[in-house]
């Protein structure tokens, strides 16, 4: 594989690389880098935050804590609750910038965008949902299915726990497949409402186990999609997976996440009829990234990064530490996407619907706003730009700028003496637009630090 | 053409100076719809429960298929002899009170869709329930009749559909200061200086260029214009009373944007519905009666036009965790000075004739009444927009 290649690869598998791992990838073969790369996802770590002051309140239920404790008590402990799930968000970020699992955390992040949850309340929970999306990132999709199904948080958000004999409540059973297995239109609304049956009295322990509570669980025939038995929430599973429908659709997601926001039939069919077969996630993307025309020209740099894979890949070449917790929030928020907080069930939409021209100005600023104060040195070849000086003479007076620690002398070791087309390869994997390209030649090139940022802040780069 | 449109129009121009071709391209200039009327869209997201919204309290049917949730007879706001509205309603009363409300009851679309994102992509785009657009219903009004891009404005920090055109996309701001002051980057202007067009049509590549410029140029216009007027009026402290009064700021400096779009989410009353839609309620109507009175003040009320929405209503039988399912039929809102139709524009849901689902059944298309609003209000084509003839209602 050439540069440009692996580069390519390591965009869409994690959040682009750095030169010195790019330079050891360099000397290996294709199916090197590729049984490394999955090698290096193979064992699984829970990501985990230190929950001891929450003990008290672990594995207990309502009726138990309203026992325990007064409702000023419990109030305070939600609270606290509620803090820790903000440091679950900063603590997965950081954990997607950590070298190794690349592969699994990538997937584990895509996951999450397909078992769209949310769960503000109970830190337990959501930390075991977070984590049973890491596990399985790799895995068997059926395993999979069959445990968000069972999540507390999943239960909860999407109320199946209120999903009794007497009175079935559709909610999870319309999204499960609607968003997360078959897609609209390939299911009818008494498909739901039977479906919606099969799960009635799934709930959970008030250690977070899946519990099925018998006397609210319906026992019945039920017939759906054109099958009849005593169905129970795992039949639907597997009948829903019987579908080739359902093999597309998660391959129609892989594809659009993992290859091309355009999707060529010819090679959706194909990834289809590989993950038909044995619905094993880890098989699937090792036939991707293995196949030649994933390499093509015409999948390189073409999709929209997320706000989380500009945020990473900028502290990729960068490492950078956010001195407010707040602030690095409010990045998130700005740019459309907070970790743990999608704004529904359908989850990000992703490509084009990331940008607007708040979000993308925004974006393009969002480099020199972590790494350089905000400021975008400007100096063309031959010209002295007044009103750039006074730009920044006024700017720098009254704004807050995102307070973080970056460690530019790393950066200077590693960087310091690439050329500037070596390291506009390494950043832009992009075409770049001719009239942008020729501004960029005519710009003095003072340091590599400066230009990092300069090509940080077109267009370009956010592409990937 | 008068003065002062001639020199807004040449001081727009002379902000294109050196935006490419397809900015400057607005099709029909020459067509340009009415210029001071306004349309204001809020959007409740969720689904909201109609029924127990604008409550049919005489009806039998009603208080049985809905034993704990049914709102009891002595705990609303009567209106006639068959309908109230929900007791946080007050201020939407008073709304109704003066003659400014039309309750438009009954609207839907054949085959109706119960997924939220479908549901709202319908509306938002304005399609049949079996096909799918990728541009909005104000997108391609703003492409067609627009001057600009922020000829619709969206109160949020992202964009949504329904303000997305094939070519030109509406303006996404709840702030316009923060982005005014990243468009100001003189990188940024740098780059889109050296833009020739000629370069700008690759695929994803051409679309983040075009969105550069297309926020370049309505940036400074949106900030430097809205900056000239500061509400003084006390909205509600919540995130849909700030930006119902952005929008005031917005309409009341005689910002030329024509249509605003707001989205108030939390109506998925899937459990526990009672007190969170009373609450959601009671930050809709309290919110309202300050934008119409901030307005008023303004003399701009009677040149915009509110229209409220919901992607579904809820099932008329109550569920099993005190709340409702998704259903399909709801009441629409219309606000306006000068309505012709006041109150209730047609008759109550029909509770004994509900689809197989046990919803309601639609009597008016939702697209009539974006039909008549195109035509009466905004003046311009509605099939141009609509792609095709919707019946007109009179309620304008």
Redesign the interface.
Same mark, same amino acid.
Request: charged share 15%; net charge positive.
């Given at each position: 594989m050439n540069k440009r290649q692996i580069i390519h690869l390591f965009w869409r598998a994690n959040f682009g690389l750095n030169i010195e791992e790019l330079s050891k990838l360099e000397l290996k073969s294709k199916s090197e880098i590729l049984s490394e790369l999955f090698l290096d996802s193979s064992e699984n770590t829970d990501l985990k935050l230190d929950l001891n002051g929450l003990s008290e309140i672990e594995n207990k239920s309502n009726k138990e804590l309203k026992e325990k404790f007064t409702q000023a008590e419990i109030n305070r402990l939600k609270k606290i609750g509620q803090k820790k799930v903000r440091e679950l968000n900063y603590a997965w970020i950081n954990r997607l910038k950590e070298p190794n699992n690349k592969l699994r955390e990538k997937m584990a992040l895509f996951w999450a965008n397909v078992f769209v949850c949310r769960d503000n309340n109970q830190i337990f929970h959501i930390q075991q949902y977070n984590n049973i999306l890491r596990k399985h990132a790799l895995g068997d999709f059926r395993a999979f299915v069959k445990a968000i199904a069972k999540e507390p948080s999943m239960s909860k958000y999407l109320n199946n726990r209120q999903n009794i004999k007497q009175k079935p409540n559709e909610n999870f059973a319309r999204e499960l497949m609607e968003l997360f297995t078959l897609g609209i239109g390939n299911y009818s609304e008494q498909d739901i409402k039977e479906a919606a049956r099969a799960f009635t009295g799934w709930s959970f322990d008030e250690k977070g186990n899946f519990k099925l509570r018998k006397n609210q669980h319906d026992f019945g025939l039920k017939t759906f999609l054109g099958k009849t038995g005593y169905f129970d929430g795992e039949d639907i599973i597997d009948i829903i997976l019987e579908q080739r429908q359902c093999a597309k659709f998660i391959c129609t997601k892989i594809y659009t996440y993992f290859i091309n926001p355009i999707i060529d039939e010819k090679r959706l069919e194909e990834i289809t009829e590989v993950f038909f077969k044995d619905y094993d996630i880890s098989n699937l993307m090792k036939y991707i990234f293995s196949s030649n025309w994933f390499y093509n020209e015409e999948n390189i740099g073409v999709k929209i990064k997320s706000p989380i894979e500009l945020l990473i890949g900028i502290q990729k070449i960068v490492p950078v530490k956010f001195n407010k917790k707040k602030q690095f929030t409010y990045l998130q928020k700005m740019m459309g996407q907070t970790l743990l907080y999608p704004e529904n069930v359908s989850g990000w939409k992703g490509g084009r619907n990331w940008i607007d021209s708040n979000t993308l100005m925004f974006r393009m600023k969002l480099a020199s706003l972590i790494l350089n104060d905000a400021i975008i040195n400007l100096e063309e070849k031959g010209e002295f730009e007044a009103s750039f000086d006074a730009y920044y003479k006024k700017l720098k007076k009254k704004n807050k700028f995102i307070k973080t620690t970056k460690n530019w002398e790393l950066f200077q070791s590693k960087y310091k003496n690439l050329k500037p087309k070596e390291l506009t390869d390494l950043l832009i994997v992009s075409k770049i637009n001719k009239d942008t390209e020729d501004f960029l030649n005519n710009l003095e090139k003072k340091s590599n630090k400066d230009f990092c940022v300069q090509l940080m802040s077109i267009p370009e780069y956010q592409l990937c | 053409m008068k003065r002062r449109d001639f020199i807004k129009q040449s001081s727009l121009a002379s902000s294109l100076f050196f935006a490419p071709n397809f900015i400057k391209e607005f099709e029909n200039l020459s067509k340009q719809s009415s210029q001071i009327k306004k349309l204001v869209i809020i959007q409740l997201s969720g689904g909201n429960d109609g029924l127990n919204t604008i409550i049919p309290y005489t009806n039998d049917i009603y208080y049985k298929n809905r034993p704990k949730l049914a709102i009891p007879k002595n705990n609303l706001i009567k209106v006639t002899d068959d309908l109230g509205f929900h007791e946080n309603l007050a201020h939407l009363k008073n709304i109704y009170d003066q003659g400014y409300l039309s309750i438009i009851n009954n609207v839907g679309y054949p085959n109706p869709?119960? /997924?939220? *994102?479908?549901s709202t992509d319908i509306w938002q785009t304005a399609s049949n329930s079996d096909e799918y657009f990728n541009t909005g219903w104000i997108g391609r009004y703003i492409e067609k009749f627009g001057k600009a891009?922020y000829s619709g404005i969206e109160l949020d920090? /992202? &964009?949504s559909l329904i303000m997305k055109g094939e070519n030109i996309?509406g303006?996404? !701001?709840?702030n316009p200061r923060? &982005?005014f002051n990243? !468009?100001? !980057?003189? *990188?940024?202007n740098?780059?889109i200086k050296?833009?020739?067009d000629?370069? @700008?049509s %690759?695929? #994803? &590549?051409g679309? @983040?260029?075009k !969105?550069?410029i %297309? $926020?370049k140029s /309505?940036?400074k216009y949106i900030y430097e214009t809205s900056k000239t007027y500061t509400s003084k009026f006390q909205y509600p402290n919540n995130p849909f009373g700030k930006q119902l009064k952005t929008t005031s700021e917005f309409i009341n400096s005689n910002l030329e944007s024509k249509v605003y779009y707001v989205s108030m989410?939390g109506f998925d009353t899937?459990?526990n519905q009672s007190n969170r839609q009373s609450r959601l309620l009671k930050t809709y109507s309290e919110s309202l009666e300050v934008f119409i009175d901030d307005l008023k003040q303004n003399d701009t009320f009677k040149d915009t036009l509110i229209l409220t929405f919901s992607e579904f209503g809820r099932r008329v039988q109550q #569920?099993? $965790?005190g709340?409702t399912?998704?259903g399909a039929a709801n009441n629409v809102f219309i606000i306006g000075e000068n309505l012709k139709k006041k109150g209730f524009y047609n008759t109550s849901p029909n509770l004994l004739n509900l689809d197989k689902?046990g919803d309601l059944i639609h009597s008016i298309d939702f697209r009539s009444i974006y039909a008549t609003i195109l035509e009466k209000w905004l003046e311009v084509d509605d099939i141009s927009i609509l792609n095709k003839s919707f019946q007109k209602l009179d309620f304008i």
């Open positions: - | 869709n119960r /997924s939220h *994102f479908r891009p920090d /992202s &964009l996309n303006i996404a !701001t709840k923060t &982005l990243n !468009t100001k !980057t003189p *990188f940024f740098k780059v050296q833009q020739t000629a370069h @700008l %690759e695929h #994803n &590549l679309y @983040l260029y !969105t550069m %297309e $926020a /309505s940036a989410g899937h459990a #569920n099993a $965790a709340g399912d998704h689902n």
